[in-house]
């Protein structure tokens, strides 16, 4: 190692050894004394990635597993969801992180691997229950986000989450699972014990506009992002009407809401949910079916709001038609992603016509799959 390295101020070495993960802090913690020493301060640990690859028995998370009750931001990542002590060792991490005087405010866990096996987390999820309901960790938390954690998650867990952290600020639930077991009058119940909630990413099966009316008082703070997943259930259930989201907007005039609707929701519910009035900023329709009608209506509703499109749909003149409206009425666009073959025209018109387009993925010829996006700055 460089002495130039070695002699740096304690803070900037603090600093740099924060983006380091977990095996590759315990190497540096062994260079010398003064490493050793830099490791252990809590600016090192204020945002922490843990993956679970390497088990409890790495001598990194030995050393180190006193010293995650100075994290504040946690995301634990499960690679491998077939192997058990993968899950084991997320479990111990969420243990040592939450034990008392913690300063935990945030977390986050997330699942990666070609076939997660959604069923397989029933133990991580009766973890963080645990730890939720034991009084003694002092656990209160900021914003928790299982977004891509995907097992089915349970209206037990959420609610105890509410009762321990009145000052949640962001809750992301939505983690496109098979099954949605979170009901609405769980979700009423977080808006009642969170009042200063002001992002919530849920199951468009889990809302009703009387769940929603919690956020017309007059007392709640502004709201700023909603995130709904839209699938199969919705089937069943009364759509947001125009009329509510027209009062929900004049009541939060800043929020944002970002959709995706499921492959597995009916063609004739798609434009119910999207409703004139509703502020849509991301936008996907991984739908596979006809969409030329819907990204007519999506240009014409959300031309002042909408940045990021993604569609799965048909390829046709008519579709190249309608992409070319929407890159026309949707200055605004940062993002559009087409996963069907387009023509060179409608690739020039969203280039031409959306100064702040950054990212796209628009084929006019097919490709082997996985389709890369083109990033233009």
Known sequence: VPRSLVELPEEILAQIFSFLPMCDRYSVSQVCRSWSQTMASPSVWTCTEVSCESGTEDPGFQQFCKLLRKVQRLKIV??????INNRNTAIKILNYATDRDNRLRTLCVSCTGEFPLFYSGEDILRSIESVCLNKASGLSLREVDFRDMPFTLKDSLIRNIARRSPD???LYINNQTLVCNVTAETIKEVLALCP???VLGVFYASLSEKVLSALLEPQRPPFSLLELYCERTDKYIPAISKEFWTSLCARHPLLSVNTILNHTLPAK???KILQPGVPIKNLELITYTYLVREIGFVA???CSTLEKLVLQTTS???LNSA???LALCCG???EIHCYCVVSQDVVQAFLSSCPHLWRYTLKTVKEPHPWRCTVLR
Do not use: H
Not at 78 to 83: A, M, Q, T, V
């Open 269 to 271: 519910k798609i434009l």
């Open 78 to 83: 499960l690679s491998d969801l077939k192997e």
């Open 196 to 198: 200063k909630l002001r």
């Open 168 to 170: 949640l600020q962001k």
């Open 323 to 325: 992409l070319i409206s």
């Open 316 to 318: 046709s003149e008519e």
């Open 300 to 302: 014409e509703s959300y």
């Open 332 to 334: 605004g666009l940062r």
